[in-house]
């Protein structure tokens, strides 16, 4: 009712996404029997778990071994701290997308020493071959896709609520299991040393929580953490706009009209990508210094009316609702695509194109038609939802990303010392993203610079970083006075800064 | 001793930085009596100026005139604000580079009913014909290209030090004349209402003597405002690396093998430009965040050391010392281009070429061949100093976003109710950072996009901003928290963001 | 024997290249009995067809109606000539890829007064939907996906061969429709009046036959037209380069090392599009010519053998053969890409990996893992077939081109007064060109300037062009001595350029 | 009156040229006395030049120093012929823009034997200095910098008609000297063995004598090799236009609304480098093949009039006349520039602006602003003469590829057998081109794959090239029935390109 923070109050909006998934193969149609009434054994002898059909075990090995040589920061971790076990004694409860790099992050907490219990954070979204291949090892894996409401919260309880075997960590993307935990298993919640959570949604209702004064336990908020956003972000959408919008309508760039709507960093990706593969772009924006960006990058700002018969492609990228209205979609002109790359389904106003007298004809998976009295088609994408998460594939060096930054917050939260973190919400601090971030460089074979005694010194900074100050923007360096800013952080920040010694300990 | 932030007691680093600007026409060697030992009248009759040739005003008047045309939001600014004078009884004391785009905003804080007295912050920078032409029209400025030493501290002192006129607003660009005041005439300081400072160096001078809690005035640091910062570093180095190269070695671009010493947002826009224009670009960094950005931005990360050899141009825009040794210069080819975009002239190790065995010819103005006893030539340009402050120009339009920002942060300041501001060091606030951003939409005919109430309430924003969070890093929209993470933010940005009631007054 | 030109005897190469198309929805697995075998009635009650299921002729409407609306300079043509007819009389057969595409270049034949009989030049690209709808109306189309060499001849066979009816005109692609009337019904041959011709292999056959002086049928050589040239080469692939890869592996652009081999028109396209992304790109080249263009663009140029442990994507553009060896494959490291965007599908030396010590794991439609005795795997897209035609699809818009071209060049050849047209190849004019680029300028709301007379009587021109001479490249106007070049240009070339009087006509 | 091919009789257009170069560093108005007027010694005793001042030598060797690092290719081919000696014997008369990079030319040509006299093409263009260095190692150069135009004809007389020595070979640009000799001296001209001629202007000329009959010595049109004309005019305008409007107007170009008439390989140039530096631009175009390429590039396409009243500059590209109209001028709005990059001096209707109602104010060197009654300022570059001839400087590199091209063409003109070259104007063959350009790849570090004697002979080519048909596009690869194109072409190219003995000698 109140807009995108009204989040659903028994199932997180995200976890009824739909999810397209190029990487999931198998058709999951074949046995109709729900896999609660059925009864399942591995190779081990064990059915601690749930999956659609164990025997796809193999199948999902596969999947996850070809994700694993993308992971190869994930795994390089996991090769160096294999020998210390940072997460011996650890039980982590897991709730995220079950895909082959989830699983590559699952491996690598079994691999640091931890048990695993896991469930997904979305219906959709299993991997089932994967779940399969993790239930084999004796990962005690609760998930199909295509699971019903109740299947779902049926999954989250049973990893929680299980004889003999107590969580002491959350690994929550969304927030669903830790508010199952919260409200059904308090006394569970409080004895938790930390939780973990990697989305928006699930940041907000910690924030919430953490507000109202009833989080007892102390989160990481990875979700924030500079890598992660650069990647979701800008990079992440600079590959993907193109890859949806071709896979659904083979549509040429050159020379469409595009009109980006909203020039933060998911904007910009759209705009840098489509500018370079030839199309004319134009943006929208309500803040005028995102604005100015747009004009000194080369791109007109306009308001929606003033192109809105002329483009070819309206691309919403703003968080914000009825970006495009109904009165603007009855003026686009025949053959037009109308997708979204924001955070919500409600940018463009689709509920408003279900009226009578518009025809929808669904031609492709993903991409419908709605046809006008005259004859006239618009393209809609994905039903208004994000486009890429439905229609083209995030790289594994991106999710990559994502779960060594996961990891290395659990090894931080479980082994830091009585005290460091109190029952709050963090922000990872910026050795931290340097660590992730140089685990990554690899991958590029970049060589980084260090810096000599003489020049440390100089820059008053520490050889091993961090380089940059919290408050860093990564686009705007503030040279010179680093300390006295440093000195108005909020303490919690500060607080969190000065540690991450297993961090420092393995450099 | 301890490196960049050790400014030198008597005149600030910047203030003898060699400055070469295109838009210093004449040749002003005609006369070499110092005008410290004329007296010069203008029209008016009055002499309560000092500046090197009264006559050359009319000149001055139309390179003003010219510069007005680029400024059109400072103008707007000057207009909108003109019938109510916000700026009545206010004294300002300024002490900038005193150039044309300067006296567009000496002109707008007289027009605004300011009183002026100005001097110049860099001896070398002053535009000679300006400074006539404001010293025509009335503004007391007390400034010449050229000044000696003793002069700079001259000048200054008269601006301060005048029967019957004290100022009570300081406008400064490297702090000098702050301090000389606050050293020189304390009782005058204490009653200064307001300070703005546009520099780094001055800036970090303004929170040293915060912390030692000597800083008696509020003060604004006009540095490190978004658009600024935007304008300052990205968009005016990707405009002016190319020029400054040009002009002062006419090489050609295409093909060139270019290493970038550090990816700030200097070095991006640097990078930028480049790569545009064909050069084959690599980068070194320290810090593996901007590392990773480089590598996803298409760049190379290499250690310098390993490309030494091949490369035909280096460019530095690190903030750090010695990133370029005598030792690698050694290995350069024949015929390298060595050059400096960072903050200081430390960065290539120049002193290290003056050695008997190199000769050093001046082949054009900024631009130096080092030869080696083998015939070896690498090019050295601006003497290892900012080769766009030296070599090129900066864009009129980036000036007007600094003067705009300078002349509301004196408002600010001089109008603010007792008690909105404290003795300390303030930070812009978004609103206003936006209200100057959408001042300088119009050059572009950008047109923003208004929220409909039903959307400023989904956003929980107001209609006319601020649109993001203080915090906010114009690279990583971070939705859905934004309350919570407002609510950890020092109090004194807090404070300073409620308010600005005269931007809102006039919107 | 030797290489490229020798083109099977008896079926084209092109026409068992595999094709996957993403616009071929259906399934065509139902129903196993050969569509020889079976007769089907259209609604007419015609049954003078041969396709999968005629049933199938709905769906194949809509996909028909789809791709017009991105075809409309053809859609535009056929509105401009449909009530002068100017093929009334003409007897095409036609032997092309039968898509949706395709399906409106016949329709439009059709409006204009054309009867078309119709087969597929590839045994595997035919949509058999399209095929219904188009037999549906009354188009003898014979062709179905899959199907046999003796099926292919056979419906050549049936196309030409059929009581009451003898065609006087080819539209070939490849050569195989041509060569079999030329072999069995040279009587037939003889009395058609224009043969026109798409592909490079069937042009380069006509070639042959002329040279031998065995043509005894004017022909017009569409596949050389410089816009069917550039959208087929630059921006085609431009577009593809990055969806191919995309659909196939997900793989992240950003960072990648690629190298191209060879920077002709579609190496330039990849090259473009690859660092667009983000990618670090370096070229091979034989030429020093390209080779020079390619540093100037910002690439590398190298040997392969210089960087082939770095590389994560090999693109082979050359056209040559063996361009990646074994030895070199042998050497790439683990998870690195290898594809082919040239002519042939011997620029990978695939067959070199077909040795027992190797192992191929098919992981996706058209990718392959190669993997090595030591683990390491190379991903090998479309076995080396062309990654484009086989893994993403070609814009309507780069079809439209290419079938407008063929549809004004089968006009003019059926039209032409006696003595036109010799027996011999023909490229086509600029005039025609021009044309055919003109009625796709709508598109993209392009608004041409006109000469004034005065300004075409100062160029030489007509004021309806042709705007350039046939020799010119397109990337380096010679002006000034026009009138000297067109006098050198062969006879054949100076007869075509001068008329088109039916394209002038409707202008 | 007769357009663009109206070439003056006494003097050519381009001799007149103002022509501005940055290299130009000594003032020549110390002395007012005409060079004609006095005589100098070199300190060899010698007086048989004529300069503006023999004591300016050592300063113009310098810069000839300079230009010899970055003509790297020619340096090579001096050195690799020198021993041959392959001009010796050669006496050549050469009438080029006397400059550093000519210096290196024409000493090449006399390390290679030949002896030189030589003058200038422009009456402006001369570096006295170098013109210097080179009298005083014996070249006899007549010209200085501020002929008039009675000195122009003075300069190449004396060239030509000198005791004791008669020229049989010509280095011309424009065509004077060329014209002069045939004039004045016939029977010199006939014995002349060939003549190379680099400009447009020079070889339109050519083409007029050859197609009159009355060409008696064989030509070589340089002006037209690949090479040459890419860098000339794609490379060489997207590096100087950004300089050209830096140097003038200081001008910041990120969103800057910028129209470029003409989307040739200029305008090509011109778009791709503004457009990466983040201005919007759009393209007036008359043919529809480029106005599509321009669509596709991403650039709207558009009439002048639609966009005259928002556009911050317009570039001229297009070769023709009045493409900006005083009509369009009155309408553009203040502070808009306007300036030419095309072929000649009338694409601006410049004339229209000298109206009693417009102020001209001459505010820089090249730099005019056309004051009109309301205020309004439109700031016109070079007075519409070329602007990166006149404002910015032409890169070294691309001058070398014309010197070498220069002097291969000498070497081979002057060795060809008897009956090789008949009385006619000859085009570069590919074969040279790429030697050339092979010669330049060295500045890159450019390393070239060379075919296997299987893939030579798979492709049908020598292994040393020619790579490409003469007909190749750069553009188009039209692989597969090169045998049969090149056998249309006109036996002049044929004879042309079977032979540079020398240069497949030099390999």
Redesign the interface.
Known sequence: K????SLSRSISQSSTDSYSS??S?TDSSDDETSPRDRTQVNSKGSSNFCVKNIKQAEFGR?EIE?AE??MSALISLRKRAQSEKPLAGAKIVGCTHITAQTAVLIETLVALGAQCRWTACNIYSTQNEVAAALSEIGVAVFAWKGETEDDFWWCIDRCINTEGWQPNMILDDGGDLTHWMYKKYPNVFKKIRGIVEES??G??RL??L??AGKLCVPAMNVN?S??K???D???CC??SI??GL??TT??????K?VVVCGY???G?GCCA?L??????VCV?????????????????????N?VIR?VDVIITCT????VVTRDQLDRMK??SIVCNMG?SNTEIDVASLRTPELTWER??SQVDHVIWPDGK?VILLAEGRLLNLSC??V????LSITATTQALALIELYNAPEGRYKQD?YLLP?KM???V??L??A??????????D??A????LNKN?P??PN?Y?????????RT?QNS???A?LKANNSLFDYVIAMQ
């Open positions: 109140t807009g995108r923070r190029a990487a193969y596969r070809i040589q993308d928006v949604t940041v907000h924030y919430q953490s507000k924030d500079v890598t956003q650069k990647f972000n800008l990079y600079r590959e193109l890859d071709k896979r083979d549509v040429m760039f050159g020379g009209q933060g960093e998911v910009k990508a500018k370079a593969l030839g199309a004319i929208t924006e309500i803040d005028p210094i995102c604005a100015l960006q747009a004009c000194m990058d080369g791109f007109r700002v306009v308001k929606l003033e002329q968080g914000n609702k009825n025949n053959g955070h031609v492709r088609r083209s594939t790289p594994t060096f991106v919400v910026k993203d340097e660590y971030a140089s990554h460089l991958t590029f074979e970049a060589h980084l610079t260090e810096l000599s003489e020049q010194k100089y820059l008053g970083g380089f940059k408050y923007r990564y686009n705007s360096p503030n040279f010179g006075y006295q108005s952080e909020p919690k």
